[in-house]
């Protein structure tokens, strides 16, 4: 069951992570809000899409993380 309390996480932290990182595309200030690419969320401001990057990326591993930690304690 370990593999599907990771799945589950996995998917909710990437649900979590894409709303998160919505956000911050929209805050950052750049002129298509949501509907940028990555592409031009970099070339508009580097830092803020490294950090949507990090955040997509982490997601759903922090997720499945937590998740399989909650089952086993």
Same mark, same amino acid.
């Given at each position: 069951?370990?593999?599907? @309390? %990771?799945?589950? %996480? ?19 200030? /750049?002129?298509? %809000? ?9 070339? @508009?401001?580097?830092?803020? %899409? ?10 759903? /591993? ?5 998740? /399989? ?5």
């Amino acid at each position: 069951m370990t593999a599907l @309390h %990771g799945l589950v %996480g996995g998917l909710a932290g990437s649900v979590l992570a894409a709303v998160v990182a919505v956000n911050v595309v929209i805050f950052s200030g /750049i002129d298509q %809000g949501y509907e940028a690419t990555l592409e031009e969320l970099f070339d @508009h401001n580097f830092v803020v %899409g490294v950090v949507v990057a990090a955040i997509l990326a982490a997601g759903p /591993i922090v997720g499945a993380w937590l998740n /399989i930690r909650r089952i086993r304690d």
